[in-house]
């Protein structure tokens, strides 16, 4: 083989190594889009250092591992997003989710924190948010009222946001808002995948006196009154 010969083999192998790894080497993760949210929808400069510690130490988080609480519920490392650990119900077998997705979070957060039981406590996180409903309308399945955003009502702390489907993420999304300001929004979640830590922040703009919260493919939240 003389050297342009192998000048063109190797280059052959670098395109086509390099379209394999672009089609299948980013699809392990199957329910959650290979998308670091953290680095690319949060402002890093703002984030607390208890978020950054988290950050930092979710490397090295085992499967089943307390890697938060917010409100006394604890948020559990999943690993890969698709990983599932058996269906986690209450002691009177109210159905919380399967351990330990996003939803299972949601779920026992509003049952920890406000005894509350969703009347449909099955559902993808997707299935969370009903489009045909109007805003503020009241959400019968979840037992939650029901907010679009780009309205005038402002997220508060404790409202569960719905991410809907995406091509990436077909399942959609939950995470619990912590904290609200003028500018951002502050998050905690579960199952993020093992890209990116169970805290993070989203910009919130106002916009006219109405209200946008700045998520990919976020369909609203859902609140107790």
């Known amino acids: 083989m003389d050297r342009n010969q192998f000048k063109a083999l190797l280059f052959t192998s670098l395109i086509f190594g390099s379209i394999g790894y672009y089609l299948f080497g980013d699809k392990i993760d199957i329910t959650w889009p290979k998308l670091d949210l953290w680095e690319k929808f949060t402002k890093k400069s703002d984030t607390k250092s208890a978020d950054r ?3 930092k130490n979710i490397s090295s988080a085992k499967t089943g591992q307390v890697i938060d609480s917010y409100r006394g519920v604890e948020v559990f490392y999943n690993g890969a997003a698709r990983n599932v650990f058996g269906r986690n119900t209450t002691k009177d077998g109210y159905n919380l989710g399967l351990k330990y997705q996003c939803v299972e979070f949601a779920k ?3 049952y920890d924190v406000y005894n509350h039981k969703m009347p449909d406590s099955y559902g993808h996180a ?3 948010f009903d489009k045909s409903l109007a805003h503020k309308a009241f959400n019968k399945k979840r037992g939650l009222y029901q907010y679009k955003n780009r309205q005038y ?3 508060k702390p404790n409202d569960l946001c719905v991410i809907g489907p995406s091509p ?3 399942f959609g999304h ?3 808002i912590t904290k609200v300001t003028n500018s951002e929004v502050e998050f905690i979640q579960q199952n993020g995948g093992v890209n990116n830590p169970s805290r993070g922040n989203y910009e919130l703009v106002n916009e ?3 209200w946008n919260l700045k998520v990919p493919h976020l ?3 859902l609140r107790m009154h």
Do not use: H
């Open 53 to 55: 510690k988290t950050r």
């Open 108 to 110: 026992r957060f509003f």
């Open 126 to 128: 997707r299935d969370f």
């Open 153 to 155: 009502d402002k997220p």
């Open 168 to 170: 990436g993420n077909q």
């Open 174 to 176: 939950l995470f619990i």
């Open 208 to 210: 006219d006196g109405t």
């Open 219 to 221: 369909l609203g939240w």
